[in-house]
């Protein structure tokens, strides 16, 4: 296709106003649980994350990065020093989300959401690119992004604080890389995806189908699907595969018969053994 930039003009409007929701809910969310404790806006997962970040930070050395590099121990010493996330009680995801949101802890309790936002902001520019690869126009890739950017739920959702919106960015990339043509890239960005939720583990088939689609069609079966049937019916699609490359590759046709006019010349010898016969009779 054409060169096009990282980020449209009508695509980058949307995705600032649609960041800029999620910002101002963000705010609203710290402003209503404040004056609402019993009520809050916030997800109680954010607050399992924000806790098992609490304890990974709360046994660490107490030596700090800086001195431990200065007397040779290193970052990795202060590092293996950390808590482990699992201390919290009921926490059942990857340690990745606790180690993200130990800046909920260290920073500011509305980090995690704006990180949250931020990636919720980066669906919105996947959609997007992923329609202007395979060809929709700018406006109309920006439009259907902003079904995403603007819908309500999409937006409550990531503001709670609830980590959803990681594994669709993720699983999106996966999709992204299949369209370019990046099948390693792909693999990895789904792995993690499954790494943070096993839904994800799905997406695995149409994906490898879609591979299969876009490949040389010289390697790969013409029936794909038959060769995972059990029994005879595997083996025979196998075995027709088998047999086209081979009449394929030795220039017979289909049913065993030689394309080269072998029966003809065959025509003609009988006619010329008869010649011959004729020659005899004549001497």
């Not at 997962?45 to 007397?71: K, L």
């Not at 009680?89 to 606790?98: K, M, N, V």
């Not at 690119?129 to 406006?139: E, F, K, N, Q």
């Not at 839904?199 to 876009?214: E, K, N, S």
Request: glycine letters at 10%.
């Amino acid at each position: 296709g054409d060169e096009q930039t990282m980020v449209d003009r009508p695509v980058a409007v949307v995705l600032a106003l649609g960041f800029v929701l999620r910002a101002g809910l963000v705010v609203f969310s710290e402003v209503w649980d404040e004056a609402n404790p019993a009520r809050k806006y916030t997800d109680v997962d954010y607050v399992v994350f924000t806790d098992a970040a609490r304890e990974v930070v709360a046994s660490r050395p107490s030596v700090t990065p800086e001195a431990a590099s200065e007397a040779g121990d290193g970052m990795a010493a202060w590092m293996f020093g950390l808590g482990s996330p699992y201390d919290r009680a009921t926490y059942r995801y990857t340690p990745f989300l606790a180690w993200l949101a130990v800046p909920n802890v260290t920073v500011a309790f509305a980090w995690g959401k704006l990180v949250f936002a931020a990636v919720d902001v980066l669906v919105g520019w996947l959609i997007a690119d992923i329609l202007r690869a395979r060809g929709v126009a700018p406006r109309a890739a920006a439009a259907y992004a902003s079904l995403w950017l603007f819908s309500p739920i999409a937006a409550n959702i990531s503001t709670r604080g609830s980590a959803d919106c990681i594994v669709v960015a993720l699983s999106l990339l996966a999709l992204r890389g299949i369209i370019r043509g990046h099948e390693v890239a792909a693999a990895l960005w789904l792995g993690a995806a499954v790494h943070f939720k096993i839904f994800p583990a799905l997406f695995a088939i149409p994906m490898a189908l879609a591979i299969d689609q876009h490949s040389d069609p010289a390697s790969r079966p013409a029936e794909p699907l038959a060769l995972l049937a059990p029994g005879e019916a595997g083996h025979a699609a196998a075995a027709r595969g088998t047999a086209d490359d081979s009449t394929a590759g030795d220039g017979t046709g289909g049913d065993g018969t030689a394309d080269d006019g072998t029966a003809d010349d065959g025509g003609a010898d009988s006619d010329g053994g008869g010649a011959d016969s004729d020659d005899s009779d004549g001497g």
